[in-house]
């Protein structure tokens, strides 16, 4: 499973993933250097326009899968993730400082924490791949 990571690499998006509660999480970041992302997901890009429209679906999608634990604006801060250990990433503050690759957010959405043995759930078998795309729309809004 371990793919080249150059190009992120040189892009810098695995420094450190912030948690809502100001907490560095580096285990996504591990993972990834160590393992890279799952050679299915590298170079997968958003090829859905990004409107109005996709964005008003991303951030309904987003309110029913994923704000239960990250927070309606994303900062991790929703009821949900309280208690979970390590908590949900502050994936605003992420997006917004880091230049994410779509190919690292949709792998993260599709397979969750599995890789990572966390509590985030996958979602590849439970939205369509447009749908997914939607939510990165939304994300790179917030």
Known sequence: MRTSLSLLTILGVFPLLLQANGQMSMIR???VMQNGIDPKYVSKINLLERSAENIAAGKK??????AR?????GIGD???GKELKPPPANIARFIK???VP??????TIAEGGIPL???MPPFK????????????IFLREL
Not at 102 to 107: I, P
Not at 125 to 136: P, Q, R
């Open 78 to 80: 929703g009821e949900g």
């Open 29 to 31: 970041h591990h993972f």
């Open 61 to 66: 999608l987003f309110e029913k899968n994923c």
């Open 125 to 136: 078998d439970v939205m369509k791949e447009d749908e997914i795309w939607k939510i990165i």
């Open 97 to 99: 400082t880091h230049n």
């Open 69 to 73: 634990c990250h927070g309606m604006t």
């Open 102 to 107: 779509d190919d690292y957010l949709y792998w």
């Open 117 to 119: 043995e966390t509590a």
